[in-house]
C-alpha cells in the first residue's frame, strides 16, 4: 500500500522545498510515497520545478493547462491529480504544510489496514495542524475508493476552501472520521500565522492571486456556494447511508457555517 500525496501549487519556491524536504526527513521509508505537484503550464517557475523532479525522486508533476480567462480553482487540480493517482491512499495537502512527526507514513498506512479499514474502505483520517486541531480536515486521508465510488476526490465548485469543511462534514455523518492528534502536519498559512502572532501578514502573490478571483463585489463566491450547496451535501451522506447501509448523522451537515 502506497499513499499520494496530492498537491496544487504555483510559484512558491520555498514552499515547495520545505514540504518535500519535511517529507524526506520524516518519512520512515520514502518509497511509501508519491507527490503529485499540479504546476500551471504557465507557471514562471516551472523550469526550477520540474529540476525538483529530478532531484526528489519521489516527486511526479501533472501539467495543469494555462486557462487564462479562467479563474483559478484549486480543488478542480486535486481533481486533475486524483484523475492520474494510482495509489491507494490519498492525502489532501497544501504546499504550505510542513510534516513534524517521524514515521507518518507508517502510521497511515497502518489507518488503512487490517481491521482499522472497514471492509468498503470509506474512511478519512486527519492529523493536527497545529491550529484548527480536530475541528476540520485541514489535512486528510482518504482510501481512493471513495473517489473511485462518487467521482470526485473534492467538490470543486469552490475555488478556494471549504472543500475540507465539506469533507469533514461528510465523513463525521458517516462515523468514518479519524483524528491522529500525536501526528504534527503544520500548516503554515500566512493567516494562521498572521493569528498566532497577532500581526498584520499579507498574502503571498499566488494566494492573493486565488482570493482576487474568487471576490465578487467585495463577497467570496466560495463561502456563497457553501449555502448553495447545502442541499447536495445532504444528498451525498443520502448516497453513502444508502450504499455502506449505514444510518447517517444528519445534524453535523450544516446549510451554511457562516450563520
Known amino acids: 500500500m502506497k499513499i499520494a500525496l496530492l ?10 522545498l520545505t514540504l518535500l524536504n519535511s517529507i524526506l526527513c520524516t518519512a520512515s521509508d520514502v518509497n511509501n510515497i508519491t507527490v503529485y505537484f499540479g504546476v500551471d503550464t504557465d507557471d514562471p517557475k516551472r523550469n526550477t520545478i520540474l529540476k525538483m ?9 501533472v501539467d495543469i493547462p494555462a486557462q487564462p480567462n479562467v479563474d483559478v480553482n ?8 486524483a484523475a492520474v493517482a494510482t495509489e491507494d491512499v490519498f492525502g489532501y495537502i497544501g504546499d504550505d504544510m510542513v510534516f513534524r512527526t517521524d514515521s507518518w507514513d507508517t502510521e ?13 474502505k470509506i474512511k478519512c483520517v486527519h492529523c493536527d495542524d497545529g491550529f484548527h ?10 482510501h481512493r475508493a471513495y473517489y473511485d465510488a462518487i467521482g470526485y ?14 469533507m469533514y462534514q461528510i465523513y463525521k455523518s458517516l462515523g468514518r472520521l479519524t483524528y491522529r492528534g500525536d501526528i504534527y502536519i ?28 474568487d471576490a465578487i463585489d467585495n463577497k467570496a463566491r466560495s463561502d456563497a456556494f457553501w449555502g448553495k450547496l447545502g442541499p447536495e451535501r445532504d444528498k ?3 448516497f453513502w447511508e444508502k450504499k455502506l447501509n449505514i444510518k447517517a448523522d444528519y445534524s453535523v451537515v450544516e446549510n451554511d457555517l457562516r450563520k
Open 186 to 213: 503544520e500548516h503554515d498559512q500566512w493567516m494562521v500565522r498572521q493569528i498566532k502572532q497577532k500581526v498584520s501578514i499579507a498574502p503571498d502573490s499566488t494566494t492573493k492571486r486565488m482570493l482576487d478571483r
Open 7 to 16: 498537491v496544487p501549487t504555483r510559484e512558491r519556491l520555498n514552499r515547495k
Open 153 to 166: 476526490f473534492v467538490r470543486d465548485e469552490f475555488l478556494v476552501n471549504w472543500s475540507d469543511q465539506w
Open 236 to 238: 451525498e451522506v443520502a
Open 74 to 81: 484549486i480543488n478542480k487540480i486535486w481533481n486533475q491529480l
Open 108 to 120: 497511515i498506512i497502518n489507518e488503512f489496514s487490517g481491521d482499522k479499514l472497514p471492509k468498503d
Open 53 to 61: 523532479a529530478k532531484a526528489f525522486t519521489f516527486l511526479k508533476i
Open 133 to 142: 486541531k480536530s475541528a476540520i480536515c485541514i489535512n486528510a486521508f482518504m
